[in-house]
């Protein structure tokens, strides 16, 4: 991309219903050089136009292995979010990016990946499962923990075959079980805890709503693992994804700018409040 502030115009090519509130958009941009050239990693977000409406930043959801489109799972939450969710397939909306930067693969190769998410944070580390998944020999063991607040909050019902077909262990929980469910039933942070993971040769990756994060950082404290084997994402404290708006300001970063991927490390260091 020559000028990563220019909106491209793109297609809806497919919506996915993931759950009451939430669908998955791929998109393919109209133009072939665009769509030749538009290259991202897994962390890293876009912006996206709905016009007459207004623009929001979202998380790529699909890795840069599996290009052919740009995806977004999107969550009903406002006046963007509305108009994505009352569009069509064949509808135009532009999308500018990518921004950001990326989760650092280069330095988990040899290790064991734990994904931890909960709620529509799944759709931040889907990207990353994904290119872990088809990169599978760089890393040894991987384990996906993924909860809802019920069963009917769980995205990507499709994709958990294949996960689990790529030699992934995969763990589902919900915070209140229904007629059917036959995984786990109770609270992410408290299905972590009991199956304590190995902090040997490990790096976790975790999102999701912030009081989930804050007890899964505390459960990985208490299993010991180091604030450097821990990273997530921040994307939700953005807004422009430029750094002019100042939103995402804390002390002398920007997250849109030097994020949106963190490290316990570094997150340790900003104020309790963020």
């Known amino acids: 991309m020559s000028n990563i502030y220019i909106p491209h115009k793109a297609r809806i090519a497919s919506i996915k219903q993931e759950t009451a509130d939430i669908k998955s958009f791929q998109f393919e941009l109209l133009d072939p050089e665009v769509r030749k050239n538009f290259k991202w990693k897994s962390g890293q977000f876009l912006i996206l136009s709905v016009f007459g409406v207004g623009e929001a930043t979202f998380t790529f959801a699909n890795p840069q292995t599996r290009s052919e489109y740009v995806e977004c799972s999107i969550k009903k939450t406002g006046l963007v979010t509305e108009a994505l969710h009352d569009l069509e397939v064949g509808d135009i909306v532009a999308i500018r990016g990518p921004y950001g930067n990326w989760f650092p693969f280069e330095k988990f190769k040899g290790q064991n990946l734990l994904f931890v998410g909960g709620g529509i944070g799944i759709a931040a580390i889907r990207s990353p499962i994904e290119y872990s998944l088809d990169t599978r020999n760089d890393f040894k063991d991987i384990t996906i923990l993924y909860g809802g607040r019920s069963p009917l909050d769980i995205c990507y019902f499709d994709k958990f075959d294949e996960w689990q077909g790529k030699k992934a262990n995969l763990v589902l929980t919900a915070d209140k079980g229904s007629e059917g469910w036959k995984h786990k039933v109770g609270f992410v942070p408290a299905v972590l805890k009991e199956m304590k993971p190995s902090r040997d040769n490990c790096t976790v990756i975790t999102c999701g709503p912030p009081i989930m994060i804050k007890f899964v950082l505390k459960e990985l404290t208490d299993l010991g693992f180091a604030p ?47």
């Open 228 to 274: 450097e084997q821990i990273v997530t994402t921040l994307e939700m404290k953005m807004k422009c994804g430029l750094g002019k708006c100042g939103r995402c300001n804390i002390q002398q970063l920007y997250v849109c700018k030097d994020g949106p991927v963190f490290d316990y490390a570094e997150i340790k260091k900003l104020p309790d409040e963020f």
